[in-house]
């Protein structure tokens, strides 16, 4: 059954997959045993289909998603009734229904709708619309004036609704939240070099050293899990790191914790890079290697929503949008993000927006937060990732050993790239390895953007960009033409002392 709904003011089409839903299971250790009693008292396991072009990533998706602990059905009797009436949602409370969009790509409902008011409407006039519509507040968005996360309640559809509410004259947007794929930004290692030549190569960090090693600067890196028990991390973590996980009602809250922290490699390496310790015997080191650390876990198994996603950058600017009783003073200065799809388009969604807005304009008392993104690891535009070509983002690329661009994303969106090939980082467990990706690049420039805030923190995110932007070495041979620019390598291969002199004697 096609289905609409609008992403930023744009139509989106998606097939609603109307005899088949999505259940997550609990306890990862259970999983196999939940899954059979999942079979046996709500429906029959099924490998989906729909009317899309790409059936081949369609049952790649289903892989992850079942990795990821959702089990696929065909519901009984009895559970299409539970399901026709969200009253009796707490006997089955994280299922959702399927949705495949044109890319091939699964959405998983969640019963929950992003919605911003616009800034005429009263507190007042607000509960009573949600009233009328039988609406519940989850949670209001504090990176955004008037944004609520809200759950639809009784039958009604959450899709039909989210149009509905798009055309009230008091409603900025209103937009289904969907569990997603949402992966790293990793391709697998090549062989290993015997050190870490991205801090021995072109970037001129070791000179950019003799200056600062980004102290006083707190560094937040976004990722799926990270092994924050690594020496060269440990001693640089501050407090205010914590991770998302979904709770028994199939709400992602947030866990300011270190007990329960998540591992991943991804994250451990992308950490590395960006603030691993120096001089203390350990591994190697990263780019600003006496920064602070702020380590934030979310989309456990790479699926979940943008809205979880939104919530971790928010957060990682501003503690108290979810942390009531926070410290504003203790968000990060800078962000690195290595996560999002690989080869295909990214729909950037308007809840995620507000936060990139958020962090970028409200972060830093006001001077903004910097955001530094990987773009994707294949030759294709970055104006298809809605993310990393969003004016918030500073996209970066990456680059070889030999200072040329190797088939990163490219286009005008592109600012840089920075060392991403065969470049080495610490790995879970106590591992040191070498591997490849714009996942690396990104947290490597994002260092680099700590040491520049380190010599002058008074300068504001927009300054930070174009310091980067306007000391870069240009590399490749290739003509950058008039305003410096070239599609493939960007304003060029980053260089950390220009922008850390650069960043010095700014006014």
Request: hydrophobic share 35%.
């Amino acid at each position: 059954m096609k289905k609409e709904y609008y992403n930023r003011g744009k139509k989106i089409e998606v097939e609603q997959l109307t005899d088949t839903v999505a259940i997550k299971q609990e306890a990862s250790s259970e999983r196999t045993k939940d899954a059979v009693s999942i079979e046996k008292n709500f429906g029959t396991r099924t490998k989906i289909s729909a009317d899309t072009r790409n059936a081949s990533r369609l049952h790649e998706q289903q892989e992850i998603f079942e990795k990821a602990g959702y089990v696929f059905i065909k519901p009984n009797e009895n559970t299409s009734s539970i399901l026709g009436s969200r009253a009796q949602r707490s006997e089955l409370p994280n299922t959702g229904s399927i949705f495949v969009d044109q890319e091939g790509d699964i959405k998983v409902g969640t019963g929950r709708l992003t919605i911003k008011f616009k800034p005429s409407v009263s507190k007042s006039e607000i509960d009573a619309l949600l009233e009328q519509k039988n609406l519940k507040i989850i949670r209001q968005l504090k990176f955004a004036d008037s944004l609520y996360e809200i759950e639809v309640q009784d039958m009604a559809d959450p899709l039909d609704l989210s149009v509905e509410l798009h055309n009230n004259e008091k409603i900025e947007y209103a937009e289904p939240v969907f569990n997603q794929h949402i992966p790293q930004r990793y391709i697998p290692a090549d062989p290993k070099y015997n050190d870490q030549w991205q801090w021995k190569g072109g970037i001129a960090i070791e000179k950019a050293w003799d200056n600062t090693k980004g102290e006083g600067i707190k560094v937040a890196v976004i990722d799926n899990g990270i092994d924050i028990s690594n020496p060269d991390l440990s001693a640089s973590m501050l407090t205010t790191g914590g991770y998302f996980k979904d709770n028994s009602l199939g709400e992602t809250i947030f866990v300011k914790e270190i007990t329960g922290f998540p591992k991943g490699n991804h994250g451990t390496f992308c950490s590395g890079m960006a603030i691993a310790r120096s001089d203390n015997g350990q591994f190697g080191c990263g780019a600003a290697n006496n920064a602070s650390f702020i380590p934030i876990a979310c989309l456990g198994d790479q699926v979940g929503s943008q809205l979880t996603l939104a919530r971790s950058i928010a957060y990682a600017a501003d503690p108290t949008t979810e942390i009531p009783d926070a410290n504003k003073d203790n968000g990060a200065d800078i962000i690195s993000c290595s996560l999002g799809p690989n080869g295909g388009h990214w729909t950037l969604t308007s809840v995620l927006e507000a936060a990139l807005n958020f962090a970028t304009s409200n972060g830093r008392k006001g001077l903004g937060t910097p955001v530094f993104w990987a773009v994707d690891n294949t030759t294709q535009p970055i104006s298809e990732d809605e993310v990393c070509s969003h004016p918030t983002t500073i996209a970066v690329g990456r680059s070889k050993q030999s200072d040329t661009e190797d088939g990163s994303a490219f286009g005008p969106e592109l600012d840089f790239l920075a060392p991403g090939v065969n470049v080495h980082s610490i790995y879970s467990n106590g591992n040191f390895v070498s591997d490849t990706g714009t996942s690396y690049a990104a947290p490597c420039a994002a260092g680099i953007g700590a040491l520049v805030l380190s010599v002058n923190p008074k300068i504001n995110c927009k300054s930070v960009r174009e310091i980067l932007q306007e000391t870069c070495d240009k590399i490749g041979g290739v003509d950058y033409g008039t305003t410096g620019h070239h599609i493939k390598y960007g304003y060029g291969r980053i260089n950390a002392a220009n922008a850390v002199y650069a960043a010095m004697n700014k006014k």
